[in-house]
């Protein structure tokens, strides 16, 4: 691997690369089937992803046809690697069991470790036999959809594919690693102006939010909608707080603290929400939920934004989707697409059908729709969230940062980048988005 690194800090041509020959095994970020019970009788916030994920050599597999290998340059830590770690809702072996039941290429990913991560940015090193639009030298992100387009499910919108998977959750060889084996159809072009780890944190949060808020798939948010977004300034959270901003909407940013609060006002959102310091109680007990509260928490965002609001970007599961159901206005959308406090949801119906409300459903995005996402990073219109470095060997420590909710934005992880800020190709078009604008999640993170 050194012998490629210093290749690619060298700027050498794809002949070149290609030249090199690839070792038989890379440094990988991985959990271990016999460890899937450690945690049994643990509770949750207590399961520690530093005793789970291990960092070590792993062989490196085949490629097929349409497949590539990439060296990564930097990856960064999503909520799955915290699922992952902590076995949690289950185990992801049965994944890679399954996958690897549904072909010979399948077969490859059933082992007895996961490597482990869903977003990457690096070089590419080989492409299989079937692959066109890529070659060894380009500079490229993944994204996290893995589909076989051999399924006709796949080709309305491959997020509706019968076998549609989430690389490096439901597949193995994942990002957290120094390579990764990847469908030539996750590949897209790396931001020219973006360092390596801040070109890595974006694609799987970035390209979620887009589709849950913007096109027709999502929640087709219009100019003057306000959206109340949860967790404004998460790794999704941080996103879509951006695309509301950008496509003239009007945000009603929910965060935990004075410091997230400050970091949305500076990100230019007015309406914000500090829901410790407001003490919001939408539970009363584990089986009652508390309407006062509901009204309490409405006629905030009424106060602040003059309006229920037309959108509701959820994410937060049985703690908040009474209180959001409840706050969207008559005709609005709740826009949902993960359970981090609790899959099993409630609601009353009155409020949802008599209001005349809808909820979607949404996961990840197809390739187009990543594309896009990626295109207006490329664009410099919406900004990474890259708050914090670690290398790779700390990726416990990283994702345990996110367990208990100790961070903002993205956390970024250096793979084969020997330090944090390499990889900027145009640094001409970096200072005209500007320094400040790129790295605001980076100041606020420390
Ligand atoms: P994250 O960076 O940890 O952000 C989540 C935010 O939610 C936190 O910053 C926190 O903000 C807020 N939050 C946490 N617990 C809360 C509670 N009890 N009540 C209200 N707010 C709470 O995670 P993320 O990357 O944004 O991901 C969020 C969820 O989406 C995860 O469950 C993840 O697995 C899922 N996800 C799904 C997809 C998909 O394709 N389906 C894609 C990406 C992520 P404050 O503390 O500041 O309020």
């Known amino acids: 691997m050194e012998k490629i690194l210093e290749a690619i800090q060298a700027g050498a041509s794809g002949a070149e690369l290609s030249s090199i ?27 520690d992803p530093r005793k789970s994920l291990h960092i070590g050599n792993v062989a490196r597999p085949e490629i097929g046809p349409d497949e590539a290998v990439v060296a990564v340059m930097a990856s960064s830590i999503n909520f799955n690697t915290v699922w992952t770690s902590i076995f949690e809702p289950l185990p992801t072996f049965g994944f890679l069991d399954r996958l690897g039941k549904e072909s010979e290429l399948g077969r490859r990913h059933a082992l007895d470790y996961h490597v482990v991560g869903s977003d990457a940015s690096g070089v590419v090193l080989r492409v299989g036999s079937a692959v066109r639009n890529w070659k060894p030298g380009d500079r490229v992100t993944v994204h996290c959809n893995h589909v076989d387009d051999q399924d006709p499910s796949a080709h309305n919108d491959s997020m509706h594919a019968s076998n549609q998977r989430i690389w490096g959750f439901e597949t193995n060889f994942g990002g957290l690693a120094d390579l990764t084996i990847v469908k030539a159809n996750q590949l897209m072009p790396k931001p020219s102006h973006l360092t390596w780890e801040e070109s890595a944190v974006n ?117 908040t989707m009474g209180a959001s159901i409840f706050a969207c206005r008559r005709g609005g959308t709740v826009v949902t697409c993960a359970a981090t406090a609790g899959y099993m949801v409630e609601f009353d119906n009155r409020h949802f059908w008599m209001k005349l409300k809808r909820l979607i459903g949404s996961h990840f995005a197809n390739y187009s729709e990543a594309w896009q996402a990626n295109r207006l990073i490329d664009m410099g219109r919406i900004q990474p969230l890259l708050s914090a470095v670690y290398p790779l060997e700390q990726v416990g420590d990283a994702s345990l940062k996110i367990h208990r909710n100790e961070h903002e934005g993205k956390i970024g992880i250096l793979c084969l980048a020997p330090t944090e800020g390499l990889g900027i190709d145009n640094p001409e078009k970096r200072e005209l988005i500007g320094e400040d604008k790129i790295t605001i999640f980076r100041r606020h993170g420390g």
């Open 203 to 319: 694609a799987l949060c970035n390209s979620t939010s887009y589709r849950m808020l913007v096109g027709e798939n999502g929640a087709r948010m219009k100019q003057g909608d306000t959206v109340l977004i949860w967790g404004a300034t998460g790794g999704i959270g941080g996103y879509a707080t951006q695309y509301v901003l950008n496509g003239g909407g009007i945000p009603v940013g929910v965060v935990s603290s004075p410091e997230k609060a400050a970091l949305l006002n500076e990100l230019g959102v007015e309406a914000v929400i500090d829901r410790k310091a407001e003490g919001y109680k939408f539970w009363k007990d584990d089986v009652t939920q508390d309407e006062g509260e509901w009204r309490r928490f409405g006629k905030k965002i009424r106060s602040l934004a003059g309006d229920d609001p037309d959108i509701v970007f959820e994410h937060v599961g049985r703690q």
């Open 21 to 47: 020959p690839l070792p038989d095994s890379y440094r990988a970020a991985y959990v271990r089937r016999e460890d899937m019970g450690m945690f049994e009788g643990v509770a949750s916030a207590d399961k």
